[in-house]
């Protein structure tokens, strides 16, 4: 019976530990920002993968304003993440990783794509938000 409790108060510390450590600080929102120390808001961030020719998600929703594309190419082609306008055109190796920071200040849809397979059908949208 001793050893019965003393493994119950044990994972209770580790579950008392460990939980915070797993929750979602930023209100659970992709494409929300989170606060910096400075009470500033951090740009917001959203991931998109590359492989065999498309973005996976191929729409991200995201709000307006400074928003970091976290980039993982999963292939072993170079890809690239280019939006015409605003402008950006970021290039990741295969098997490689890369970010590129874009403004969006209006509501509304950016189209994206890679500028070396385009043509092959490899685009997607940002659909921003107010």
Not at 12 to 24: E, K, R
Not at 29 to 57: I, L, N
Not at 76 to 103: C, I, L, Q, R
């Amino acid at each position: 019976m001793h050893l019965r409790r003393t493994a119950s108060i044990a994972l209770a510390v580790l579950v008392a530990v460990v939980a915070p450590a797993c929750t979602d600080d930023d209100g659970g929102e992709e494409g929300g920002g989170t606060a910096t120390g400075d009470g500033a808001a951090a740009a917001a961030t959203a991931t998109v993968t590359m492989k065999d020719f498309e973005f996976d998600p191929a729409t991200v929703d995201v709000d307006k304003g400074e928003v970091t594309f976290e980039l993982a190419n999963e292939g072993d082609a170079a890809h690239t993440f280019t939006t015409d306008a605003p402008k950006a055109d970021e290039e990741v190796a295969g098997g490689e990783d890369g970010s590129v920071t874009v403004s969006l200040p209006n509501e509304g849809e950016v189209i994206f794509y890679c500028r070396f397979h385009r043509g092959q059908g490899m685009q997607g949208k940002i659909v921003i938000k107010g």
